[in-house]
C-alpha cells in the first residue's frame, strides 16, 4: 500500500464507438502497456462517451467487451492494472454533472472537437456533443491523475481538464492535480491511409481508409497496397509526400527504427512497391499475435465479465473518495 501512495497516476479511455484501428493502438493503447511497470494505472472503456453519437444497443454492449478484449491482448495485465468499463462507475457521470456548473458554454462551443462533429453530425447535435469534454475531464480528475496517455487529437480536451481543475481548486479549495498529456514521438498522429491530411478513424466510411486491429493478413496487404502515395517515386520523408511519410511513421513505429532509418533502408529500392510489401509484411508480423488473442479473449466470456466486475470495483474505491470530498466542498 505504501508503494501504491508513492507511485504516479496513469489513466486514459478509448470509447467503444467502432472497431479500434492502428492509430488507437500506435497513438494510444501500445503505450498503456508500457506504463504498466512504472505507474498506477487505470484503462476504461468510454461507453458514456460513445453515445453523444447514435448507438444500437447491442453493438455497443459487444464493442464495450471488444475494446476490455482488445486492451488484453495488446498486454495490458488486469493483476497489475484496473481495466474497467466508464458506466459501471457512477462517480463519472456525478463528477461531471458538478464540474458542468463551473464550465461556461462558450468555451464548449470553441473546441475542435465539438466543431468538427457539429459539422459532421448536424442531424443528432445533442447537449452530450457540447459537454463532452467536462465528461472527459471527470473521468480524469477523479482519480488524481498525474498523466494521461493519449493521440494528438486528444491535446486540446487535456487543456481544458487542467483549465476545470484549476477552476474547481480556485473556487473551492485545492481538490484536483493538474494532469499532463504524454504523447508518442512518432505515430501521435497516425493518417489515413487514402487521405493523408486527415486522422485514421475507425468511423472512415471508406475502409481502406483504415486497419483494424482485428483484421487478417489478407485484409494489411490489400490495405497497404491501396495505400496513397504519390507518383515522384522519389524515396523521402518529406511533408511535401505525405503519403509516404505516414507509411514511413507506421514502419518505423512498428519496427522500432527511425524514420531516417527506414529512408535509408529502402531509398534504393524500385518505386515504393518493394517498402510497401515490407511495411504490409512488418504489420501482419506484430499484430497478428495481438489479433489472436483478440479472438480467444473473445470467447470467453466469464473471464471477461470477471474482469470487468474487479475493474469497476476498484476504479470506485478511488473515485469514491474524490467525488465525497467535491461534495463536501460544494454543499452537498
Ligand atoms: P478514440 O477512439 O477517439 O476513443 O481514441 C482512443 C485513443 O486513440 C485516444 O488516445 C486517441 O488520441 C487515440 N487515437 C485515435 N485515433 C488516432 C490516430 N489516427 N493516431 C493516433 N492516435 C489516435
Ligand atoms: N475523448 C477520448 C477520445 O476520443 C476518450 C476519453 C474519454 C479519454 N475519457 C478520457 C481519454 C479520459 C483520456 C482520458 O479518444
Known amino acids: 500500500m505504501g508503494e501504491q501512495q508513492t507511485?504516479?497516476?496513469?489513466?486514459?479511455?478509448?470509447?467503444?464507438?467502432?472497431?479500434?484501428?492502428?492509430?488507437?493502438?500506435?497513438?494510444?493503447?501500445?503505450?498503456?502497456?508500457?506504463?504498466?511497470?512504472?505507474?498506477?494505472?487505470?484503462?476504461g472503456v468510454a461507453n458514456l462517451h460513445a453515445i453523444t453519437v447514435?448507438?444500437?444497443?447491442?453493438?455497443?454492449?459487444?464493442?464495450?467487451?471488444?475494446?476490455?478484449?482488445?486492451?488484453?491482448?495488446?498486454?495490458?495485465?488486469?493483476?497489475?492494472t484496473t481495466l474497467f468499463v466508464q458506466s459501471d462507475v457512477h462517480e463519472h457521470a456525478e463528477l461531471a454533472w458538478v464540474l458542468n456548473s463551473i464550465t461556461s458554454v462558450g468555451q464548449l462551443q470553441r473546441m475542435t472537437q465539438?466543431?468538427?462533429?457539429?459539422?459532421?453530425?448536424?442531424?443528432?447535435l445533442n447537449s452530450a456533443l457540447l459537454t463532452y469534454p467536462v465528461l472527459m475531464a471527470a473521468d480524469i480528475l477523479l482519480y488524481q491523475t498525474d498523466y494521461v496517455p493519449v493521440g494528438e487529437d486528444q491535446k486540446q480536451h487535456l487543456e481544458f481538464t487542467r483549465d476545470t481543475a484549476e477552476r474547481f481548486n480556485s473556487r473551492y479549495s485545492d481538490?484536483?492535480?493538474?494532469?499532463?498529456?504524454?504523447?508518442?514521438?512518432?505515430?501521435?498522429?497516425?493518417?489515413?491511409?487514402k487521405n493523408p491530411q486527415i486522422k485514421m478513424?475507425?468511423?472512415?466510411?471508406?475502409?481502406?481508409?483504415?486497419?483494424?486491429?482485428?483484421?487478417?493478413?489478407?485484409?494489411?496487404?490489400?490495405?497497404?497496397?491501396?495505400?496513397?502515395?504519390?507518383s515522384e517515386y522519389h524515396f523521402a520523408y518529406t511533408e511535401a509526400q505525405p503519403g509516404l511519410k505516414n507509411l514511413i511513421d507506421l514502419y518505423a513505429s512498428f519496427s522500432g527504427f527511425?524514420?531516417?532509418?527506414?529512408?535509408e533502408k529502402f531509398r534504393d529500392g524500385n518505386g515504393y512497391a518493394t517498402f510497401k510489401a515490407a511495411l504490409a509484411e512488418l504489420i501482419v508480423e506484430k499484430m497478428t499475435p495481438i489479433r489472436e488473442r483478440f479472438l480467444q479473449l473473445m470467447d470467453d466470456t466469464a473471464e471477461l465479465d470477471a474482469i470487468r466486475a474487479a475493474?469497476?470495483?476498484?476504479?470506485?474505491?478511488?473515485?469514491?473518495?474524490?467525488?465525497?470530498?467535491?461534495?463536501?466542498?460544494?454543499?452537498?
Do not use: W
Open 114 to 124: 465539438f466543431k468538427e462533429k457539429a459539422a459532421t453530425h448536424a442531424d443528432n
Open 311 to 332: 475493474g469497476a470495483e476498484a476504479a470506485s474505491r478511488v473515485a469514491r473518495r474524490t467525488l465525497s470530498k467535491v461534495y463536501r466542498k460544494v454543499g452537498f
Open 175 to 193: 481538490t484536483f492535480k493538474l494532469p499532463e498529456p504524454l504523447m508518442p514521438k512518432i505515430s501521435a498522429r497516425v493518417m489515413s491511409l
Open 7 to 43: 507511485k504516479k497516476m496513469a489513466l486514459s479511455l478509448v470509447q467503444p464507438s467502432g472497431d479500434l484501428t492502428i492509430g488507437n493502438y500506435l497513438g494510444a493503447i501500445r503505450n498503456f502497456v508500457a506504463l504498466q511497470d512504472e505507474y498506477t494505472c487505470f484503462f
Open 258 to 263: 527511425t524514420p531516417q532509418d527506414v529512408v
Open 201 to 230: 478513424s475507425k468511423s472512415d466510411p471508406d475502409e481502406n481508409a483504415y486497419i483494424l486491429i482485428r483484421d487478417d493478413a489478407d485484409a494489411i496487404r490489400r490495405k497497404i497496397a491501396r495505400a496513397v502515395t504519390d
Open 54 to 80: 447514435t448507438q444500437k444497443a447491442a453493438d455497443l454492449r459487444r464493442r464495450t467487451r471488444e475494446v476490455l478484449a482488445t486492451f488484453m491482448a495488446c498486454g495490458l495485465d488486469p493483476a497489475r
